[in-house]
């Protein structure tokens, strides 16, 4: 992941801003115990400068209230996007790129292999997002389209990619391999 290339935003409603203000604001409107420490919280992990570090402060902070949080008919009410970007080829480490170029290869067309190659590809072909539903943390909507073997299995994050199939391939795997945790597919073109 690019750590200049991560942005945050936050959508309430209608509304959007780029930053966590309007779950701060939706938060303290509810008027809950829980309200002071959270915001409170959130206004820290505002003030980070570093984006990447914000997005797993948040979820960190998000997951102790999951339970006092939980709205699921609301849960697509409020998203905080986290929008990344992943480095150009050339600013990877060699095993990276042969691990990653060896995959586009398999999953992408000649020429999207090619432009990897050259070390310079698209910027599309490295952005993806990470939703975050903090009214839902287990992303229940998916519930009901995939059988999970039990709840500790069930989603937290969705993630999304929009650039080579190969790059997300490697992605993924990279995560199962320093995490241990399985990911399912559930929408979009299956790799």
Not at 87 to 103: E, F, G, I, W, Y
Not at 114 to 138: D, M, R, T
């Amino acid at each position: 992941m690019d750590t200049n290339d991560v942005e945050i935003e936050t959508f309430v409603d209608i509304r959007s801003q780029k930053n966590l203000e309007p779950l701060i604001e939706y938060i303290s409107s509810q008027g809950k115990p829980y309200a002071g420490p959270l915001t409170a919280a959130l206004r820290n992990i505002e003030g980070l400068s570093n984006k990447k570090e914000k997005a797993v402060q948040l979820v960190k902070t998000l997951l102790p209230y999951k339970d006092l949080l939980r709205d699921e008919p609301r849960q697509d009410s409020i998203i905080v996007f986290v929008h990344y970007g992943l480095k150009q080829p050339a600013n990877l480490s060699q095993t990276a790129r042969v691990k990653v170029s060896n995959l586009v290869g398999q999953l992408d067309t000649a020429k999207q292999s090619a432009e990897f190659n050259s070390g310079e590809c698209p910027k599309n072909y490295l952005v993806g997002n990470i939703n975050i539903y903090p009214l839902a943390l287990e992303n229940t909507s998916w519930h009901s389209t995939v059988e999970f073997g039990s709840p500790k299995e069930a989603p937290i994050l969705e993630i999304r990619f929009m650039g080579l199939r190969g790059i997300f391939r490697y992605l993924l795997d990279e995560m199962t391999e320093r995490t241990g945790d399985a990911f399912v597919h559930l929408d979009g073109e299956s790799l």
